[in-house]
């Protein structure tokens, strides 16, 4: 009997283990065949054949999920595991995840470098510590004014129909200082608001213009970088823990390898996206130096009032903008105008203040 016993655990210790099979549900607003969406596929593929289907990835792309607040409801109550979200839409779920997107903080793609190689894993972490995993930030580039009519000016959006992301507080502040009453709508449904008329103008990365068809419903490009954008794969970390050490490790290797490609394709798509905005006769409108720092200065007077508000953490705003500060002084060029800027500014306020004088 004894004999016996033995030798069936003995069997038994040499069977394969056998681990449960998972599939992780990740929502996305990319459509399908985009770059962003075959770089996922062949991640999603890798993970799967090297995990022996242990782990299965499973999308659903072009917003059939919805926006991105849609999303991360549906990861709260387990309908979704994950989701691809831009970083203004995870500002409901940790409100520093937009420090990248406020409005006119970065002039280049060098500031943007110069930030992200400090302060992205602060976000990852940040993320981490409200219950998601990161894999990595993806570039989506400059958001750029686009519209039906030629903006240089601030003055010249009164009067336009603006369309914002829902729950954009940032922007909505700022226009609604500016006397402008924007309209928020989901993503999915801003080219339907173009075709109709609901909105004539947008802000948008070049590449998701294109992707998204917005390119078709407007006339003019604003060359002024209102803000800057990104997106990131989150995974619900307690649906991630429930895979193996091994798996995870399988997961987080490989979607890092992805973001980290995904972000300097999407840097090369959007050069290559701008140029063909051209070629498809939409005017690039240039406004002038100091244009562009009237538009900077009312920015920053709303950020001021937000930061106040604890819409941002004040020590990363100050830390990313001392960063950007650092890399325009050591860049020549930028100090330069920086400095003309600034005469620019400094005279101005002596010629109000003489002005003043000799009215009263």
């Known amino acids: 009997m004894f004999r016996l016993l033995a030798i069936l655990i003995m069997t038994l210790t040499l069977l394969p283990v056998s681990h449960a099979k998972t599939t992780l549900k990740i929502a996305t607003l990319a459509p399908d065949g985009t770059s962003w969406m075959k770089q996922m596929r062949a991640a999603a593929k890798e993970i799967h054949e090297k995990s022996e289907g242990r782990v299965k990835i499973r999308f659903y792309p072009g917003g059939v999920m919805g926006n ?28 520093d995840a937009q420090i990248y997107t406020l409005p006119f903080q970065f002039r280049n793609l060098e500031e943007v470098d110069a930030v992200r190689q400090v302060m992205d894993k602060r976000i990852i972490d940040g993320l981490q510590k409200k219950g998601f995993i990161s894999f990595g930030l993806s570039e989506g580039g400059f958001a750029y004014l686009l519209s039906n009519s030629p903006v240089k000016t601030t003055d010249n959006m009164k009067g336009l129909k603006i369309w914002i992301p829902e729950g954009d507080k940032v922007n909505a502040e700022i226009f609604s200082k500016l006397g402008i009453a924007p309209i928020p709508l989901p993503l999915t449904d801003v080219l339907t608001g173009l075709q109709t008329g609901l909105i004539d103008t947008i802000a948008s990365a070049p590449i998701g213009a294109i992707a998204l068809q917005w390119h078709t419903r407007v006339n003019y490009l604003t060359q002024v970088p209102l803000a800057y954008l990104y997106a990131t794969l989150v995974i619900k970390e307690k649906a991630f823990n429930k895979l193996t050490e091994a798996d995870r490790d399988l997961v987080k290797q490989t979607l890092q390898s992805t973001f980290v490609k995904l972000n300097q394709q ?8 701008l140029s063909a905005l051209k070629k498809q006769g939409i005017e690039f409108i240039s406004p002038t ?3 562009q720092q009237a538009w900077e200065q009312h920015a920053n007077i709303t950020l001021q009032s937000l930061r106040n508000e604890g819409v941002v953490s004040i020590q990363l705003l100050e830390e990313m903008q001392n960063l950007i500060q650092l890399q325009r002084d050591s860049n020549p060029v930028t100090k330069q105008t920086e400095e003309i800027l600034i005469n620019r500014r400094d005279t101005a306020l002596k010629s109000s203040l003489n002005e003043s004088h000799s009215l009263q």
């Open 289 to 291: 130096e100091q244009q």
């Open 266 to 273: 999407n840097r090369e798509d959007n050069i290559a996206a």
């Open 68 to 95: 991105d607040n849609s999303v991360l409801r549906k990861i709260r109550i387990g309908q979704l595991h994950g989701g691809a979200i831009t970083g203004g839409g995870l500002s409901s779920i940790y409100s």
